[in-house]
């Protein structure tokens, strides 16, 4: 008998919430560790290496979750849909 594959189906707020991330600029490479808002996404991100403003990638619900090393709260809660 095997217990993989088994997914523990503990309700998603038992989990701590990562609220921060590492947000990499996809032109000029700056990282910057952002602290994300734990009830809003971030739609945008200017990067204070180059200027550029992010957008979430098509499909994406935030920058944090197209750049960033930790998806939004929102997503990792489980609420946010995408
Ligand atoms: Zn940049």
Do not use: N, W
Not at 22 to 42: I, Q
Not at 62 to 73: A, D, I, R, W
Request: hydrophobic share 30%.
């Amino acid at each position: 008998m095997s217990t993989r594959g088994m997914a523990a189906e503990a309700s998603p707020a038992a989990r701590s919430i990562e609220r921060f991330s590492v947000l990499t600029c996809p032109v000029c490479g700056h990282r910057a560790r952002e602290e994300m808002p734990v009830d809003a996404c971030a739609f945008f991100h200017e990067c204070a290496g180059c200027g550029e403003r992010l957008r979430p990638l098509p499909g994406h619900c935030c920058v944090f979750c197209s750049y960033g090393t930790v998806p939004c709260p929102p997503k990792q809660t489980g609420c946010c849909s995408a």
